[in-house]
Nanobody, 125 residues
Framework: VQLQASGGGLVQAGGSLRLSCAASGRTFINPNMGWFRQTPGNEREFVAGITWSGDATRYADSVKGRFTLSRDNAENTVYLQMNTLKPEDTAVYYC???????????????????WGHGTLVTVSS
């Protein structure tokens, strides 16, 4: 399974970006997907997750109301729409996935088996 993240870039505070994560290669059953982010010297932290059916999402408190995660299973792609960006959103963003056995959506990094390379998001003040 390969996960390819894209869409990062430089944006001014208050602006928007949309990240994409496309899955290819061997498919995995019930792919729950998530986004994490990491800044230098810090742990990789959960940002948002979505169940394989798209019927449930979870967000970190820091992004609730500003970020929206969606998916297009026909395209094997998930999208993270990021609005009202803040300088503290600056980070490398990683998409990740795991096979979901239930409707519960994990937020912990060890639960995610498949990882893509990161995409850098820089928000200027």
């Amino acid at each position: 399974v390969q996960l390819q993240a894209s869409g990062g870039g430089l944006v001014q505070a208050g602006g928007s970006l949309r990240l994409s994560c496309a899955a290819s290669g061997r498919t995995f059953i019930n792919p729950n997907m998530g986004w994490f982010r990491q800044t230098p010297g810090n742990e990789r932290e959960f940002v948002a997750g979505i169940t394989w059916s798209g019927d449930a999402t979870r967000y970190a408190d820091s992004v609730k109301g500003r970020f929206t995660l969606s998916r297009d299973n026909a395209e094997n792609t998930v999208y993270l729409q990021m609005n009202t960006l803040k300088p503290e959103d600056t980070a490398v963003y990683y998409c990740a996935g795991y096979s979901g056995a239930s409707s519960y959506l994990h937020t912990s990094r060890p639960a995610y088996v498949y990882w893509g390379h990161g995409t850098l998001v820089t928000v200027s003040s």
